[in-house]
């Protein structure tokens, strides 16, 4: 879990690794009212041994009073099943990885943005030195 600090020009990362650390960090930093972004890596390690009732915890935390807090939250999901996620969230983007030509092509696709227009669905990126870079339009 990533969670920038309070200019979103750097970001600070703190990592916990039990579903209760999850749940307790990301209450604590939506009710700090700083503006910032959690990320967290990956949604499947966070639920791995957690009870139904403590997943349905962990989605009331991330997803409760959207409009009311200033920090987003994105849920990185390994295994393409993220239960009833779909209906509460407001974006859905999937990320894969090929090989063309014996280069690695990696690509993001929209699969759901509610409230916003979406020119383009689909388009390339990169992780050059660890950092997330969408590539200009090539044909």
Do not use: C, H, Y
Request: charged share 30%.
């Amino acid at each position: 879990m990533t969670s920038p600090d309070s200019s979103m020009e750097g970001s600070a990362e703190i990592q916990v690794s039990e579903a209760d650390d999850v749940f307790n960090k990301v209450l604590t930093l939506k009710r700090s009212r700083l503006r910032g972004l959690i990320v967290i890596d990956s949604w499947e390690g966070v639920l791995r041994n957690t009870s139904e009732d403590g997943r349905r915890m962990i989605e009331s935390a991330i997803l409760s009073d959207p409009d009311d807090n200033r920090v987003g939250v994105v849920l990185v999901s390994e295994g393409g099943r993220v239960g009833e996620l779909p209906n509460l969230v407001d974006g859905i983007v999937t990320l894969s990885s090929s090989e063309l030509d014996g280069r690695r092509m990696r690509t993001i696709v929209v699969n759901k943005l509610r409230g916003l227009r979406v020119k383009s669905d689909r388009a390339l990126f990169s992780l050059d030195k660890g950092k997330f870079n969408l590539l200009a339009n090539t044909k």
